[in-house]
T-cell receptor, first 118, second 111 residues
């Protein structure tokens, strides 16, 4: 059954370490989103891609975060160096998009990566 | 901001009662979507309403959209304990693919 897969599900790391989160979007979906969820800020849009090209990453702290789509089956979100304030649940979502149109169908979410930076 | 803003933030009701949540936004939209999130899980899409639609139903869910007031409401009728979750509205604006979420409503249905 088609679903968005995120790995790892949980990650505990020490401050200063590099963290890489991975997402496998649903096959055929050409729009991919990365979100961060915390109690205080809610769901923040970090970045999104269409056809593997980054459309907007203005929600990401540029000095430490980077998002890429090496191919259509893999999206990555990296934090280097990680800080305690990066502790959150990170969600990836994908959706189909008509050419040159906005997202006019639902987005499918993965189960998230719960990141704890100590 | 293009985000949806839900109101109220938390709602506690008895099983069988109706639950209503509202969402407002600031700029013109292509569509508005409602999602549910159970504790510790990913978000699940509930219903999408396009800017040229005023009302939509799906099972016990009813969504309305008032583009003149830039607001939407989600009604859950005959609530069940299993409806306990957080509910989010999200907006998609013309010309881009951004799916921006509000802060969500926590709904608790007491058996």
């Amino acid at each position: 059954d088609a679903r968005v897969t995120q790995t790892p599900r949980h990650k505990v790391t020490e401050m200063g370490q590099e963290v890489t989160m991975r997402c496998q979007p649903i096959l055929g979906h050409n729009t991919v989103f990365w979100y961060r969820q915390t109690m205080m800020q809610g769901l923040e849009l970090l970045a999104y891609f269409r056809n593997r090209a980054p459309l907007d990453d203005s929600g990401m702290p540029k000095d430490r975060f980077s998002a890429e789509m090496p191919d259509a089956t893999l999206a990555t979100l990296k934090i280097q160096p990680s800080e305690p304030r990066d502790s959150a649940v990170y969600f990836c979502a994908s959706g189909p998009t008509l050419r040159n149109a906005g997202l006019n169908t639902e987005a499918f979410f993965g189960q998230g990566t719960r990141l704890t930076v100590v | 901001s293009q985000q949806g803003e839900e109101d109220p933030q938390a709602l506690s009701i008895q099983e069988g009662e109706n639950a209503t949540m509202n969402c407002s936004y600031k700029t013109s939209i292509n569509n508005l979507q409602w999602y549910r999130q159970n504790s510790g899980r990913g978000l699940v899409h509930l219903i999408l309403i396009r800017s040229n639609e005023r009302e939509k139903h799906s099972g016990r869910l009813r969504v309305t959209l008032d583009t003149s007031k830039k607001s939407s409401s989600l009604l859950i009728t005959a609530s069940r304990a299993a409806d306990t979750a957080s509910y989010f509205c999200a907006t998609v604006h013309y010309g881009n693919n951004r799916l921006a979420f509000g802060k969500g409503n926590q709904v608790v249905v007491i058996p």
